[in-house]
């Protein structure tokens, strides 16, 4: 057989002899006609095995069952203008058959997986996942995850931030609270980092500006459709920014990352029919200005809570979309004692702090604040949490020895991917998700 | 205070009014006259503080020491040609100083930081590494590890692998072996992956291609200079492959990593005197071949060895870049015994394996092979071990439905960094590393 190429190349070759390799997405039968979709890294092509041009093929063909994995050679042919199939790069195009040769063998698959959705059951959906993420549907799903995360790296490295690797072992809970995951290290105990914040921090005076791509762990017992018990999560870290410039940042990065993930995947999105972004204006809003305009809005008073409550962020995007144009909204200014020790109190009213969340589409995406830099004040913030200051003794290190006015934010691959693809479980955002009843296989109680 | 520039871009404003931020490395005071060194994340400006230009700013500096972080406002000064520093790119200016603002203080540094290098030992450099990280010495390893990480991506996407996020929480020692550490992942055991292996592989029949950038933790009980407890590895996996294909991608992706991180970094290269890398032929020698050759070079005889010693390593480096004037040379055919068992024997001799590794500079930095893709065969592999079948499910479900021939390779990025740099222990190429001894604090016994 001639050599392999790939099918979305397929194309090019109008005429000539080609061969391809792939899997067997579907597979019809029209009595001494075979159609078969075959599915690479870069397309689907429609194969035609015809008998009366290839005996061989269509013999061939018969044991051919979706997944089997082959290799086919044949000739291009142009499809008949009616035919042509325009959602697909290669529709124009199919291959005649005249040799097929079976590279692996496939069981029967326990489900159809030739529709164009895959309507499965989530239980089910993950006990198959190394068989249901080669469904289109959700393949395409983790197509636009790597374009995100490809996305954060490309907006964070434009702002010059240096790319940084940081441990996930870690001493002590990294923000406070229980839920962290322990570990026997050795002879010691040792804890799963709950984020990679305290150490993009300790770079700030290394690298001024860093970026990572981290694994966070949350061991809360929780089995919402929004809780993972590993996460990825794309930070950054600037100096010398004050709290407006550090807000820029967040909505450069934010904005960007995801219209990256739309210009490459905008067939992909096409063909599962997401909404395009609206990239309109971005207001920002203190906490207690979202709560003034949710209740004159909607009527519903949660002006004195300390937080903004999943309808609230429903609310308010649909505000911004409506009166804005945008799918984004920052809201500002939570109240301190509800954010973490290092947050930056607002010196105009310590009570709020200058934090942030960027919602996107009725939920938080992004979440950041200033950081608290000067070296004592970190340390009486510590100690008013009542935390053991030894547990912090290198990140105070850090501030010690002369850290600039500094902050960032954090925002979860998965969660963003669910938001923007509108997915209703975040288990459906993870390749391989982790939670309370499951770790690859369900756990047997 | 004008607003801030990056000091690379001091050079385009010479007789303009500029303000730069940063730490100050270096003070060297001759009376009424002070010399600082200013790093910020673009590079080191010199400062001239002339009580005869500006009182204030004399006055402001007298209390200045290093690791105070800075704002300077002054004027920019072409430097007389006998004073132009050729090793910067900001070594034909200098800043001439109006004015000066401490924006944080740092106290008294424990050690000098203001030598070419930082000599300490492991233990002060790690026990003190917010603060030893600053110095261009050490932060130099972490950009040219940034770059490390960068052109492995560029050079797999190149390729066509699509990025994966994989867990790091599993439910079983992945490739055997006790070294594992395990944790309490609610009411059930679970482990640290000490690989991405086999999910990479799981993702095969999904994107074809794969690459990922992964933690991953080995709980050997061994403090060498060679040895972290936690590692973050850069792994591809290639559907459709056969073996010499697979070696190009590896000679390709290993190369090509290198050469990006070499270019981008030229000046630090430069710097701490960076030996340049030797592209010349990558020899693909077998075990039993490069242990011949060994053997006639130096009359050592390890020709019946499973794997080569250090010293082999060494001495078939050596040997490859006196006679092919390359740094790299590839070992194959590893006995199949001495590798994981998803690893494919050799058809033509089965006691061998089609396992490959990449020696760069007389130390193994990649790792890879063929695998076994047949569902059979690789249920009896696993059973010839005499693993638990049930523990590999999800896994070998990959190859019920349709796995073509395939494999892959990894490399540590800190192993990669530590050859590349010819660095003398690997905890210098890790951030904060882990170890038996060590998490951030040294544990107290």
């Keep these: 057989m001639t050599n392999r190429i790939v099918i979305s190349d397929a194309v090019k070759h109008v005429g000539e002899v080609i061969a391809v390799c792939g899997w067997v997405y579907l597979r019809r039968d029209h009595g001494k006609l075979i159609f078969l979709s075959l599915r690479d890294r870069s397309g689907m092509l429609q194969i035609v095995v015809n008998a009366s041009v290839s005996q061989n093929a269509y013999e061939a063909t018969k044991d051919v069952r979706p997944e089997f994995v082959v290799k086919i050679e044949g000739i291009v042919k142009k499809r008949p203008e009616n035919a042509i199939d325009k959602n697909s790069p290669v529709g124009s195009v199919e291959l005649e058959a005249k040799n097929i040769e079976i590279l692996a063998k496939a069981e029967t698959l326990p489900f159809d997986m030739g529709g164009k959705d895959l309507n499965l059951e989530l239980p089910t959906l993950l006990d198959h996942r190394t068989l249901t993420l080669r469904h289109p549907s959700v393949s395409f799903i983790f197509k636009v995850q790597a374009a995100i995360s490809e996305g954060f790296r490309k907006t964070a490295q434009s702002l010059g931030c240096t790319e940084i690797f940081v441990p996930t072992i870690v001493s002590s809970a990294t923000e406070g609270g229980a839920d962290v995951f322990d570990l026997n290290y050795y002879i010691h105990k040792a804890y799963l980092a709950q984020s990679p914040q305290l150490y993009k921090q300790m770079l700030v005076p290394v690298f001024e500006r860093v970026f990572t791509i981290a694994h966070a762990y949350r061991a809360e017992p929780s089995v919402t459709t929004k809780h993972l018990s590993e996460i990825v999560q794309m930070d950054c870290e600037f100096g010398f920014s004050d709290f407006q410039t550090l807000l820029d940042y967040a909505q450069l990065v934010g904005t960007q990352t995801l ?25 920002r809003l203190k906490l207690r200005e979202a709560q003034e305009i949710i209740f004159k809005e909607t009527g519903r008073d949660a002006r004195k809570e300390k937080d903004l409550s999943p309808q609230d962020e429903i609310d308010i995007c649909k505000w911004t979309l409506k009166n804005h144009k945008s799918d984004f909204v920052a809201i500002t200014h939570f109240p301190t004692k509800s954010k973490p020790f290092y947050t930056h109190p607002d010196p105009e009213n310590p009570e709020y702090s200058l934090s942030y969340d960027l919602l996107f589409r009725g939920a938080e995406i992004m979440s950041g604040s200033q950081r608290i830099n000067d070296y004592q004040r970190l340390v009486s913030a510590i100690k008013d949490r009542g935390v053991d200051l030894k547990k912090f003794e290198m990140y105070l290190q850090a501030f010690k020895y002369g850290m600039p006015l500094e902050g960032g934010f954090s925002f979860g691959l998965e969660r963003t991917t ?11 955002a993870s390749l391989f998700p982790r939670d309370m009843e499951r770790v690859d296989e369900r756990f047997s109680h």
Aim: hydrophobic fraction near 35%; include cysteine; aromatic fraction near 12%.
């Design 259 to 283: 219209k990256y993930a739309q210009d490459q995947c905008g067939k992909e999105f096409n063909d599962f029919g997401i909404e395009k972004i609206s990239f309109g204006e971005i207001k």
């Design 418 to 428: 669910m938001k923007l693809l509108n997915l209703k479980n975040i288990r459906e």
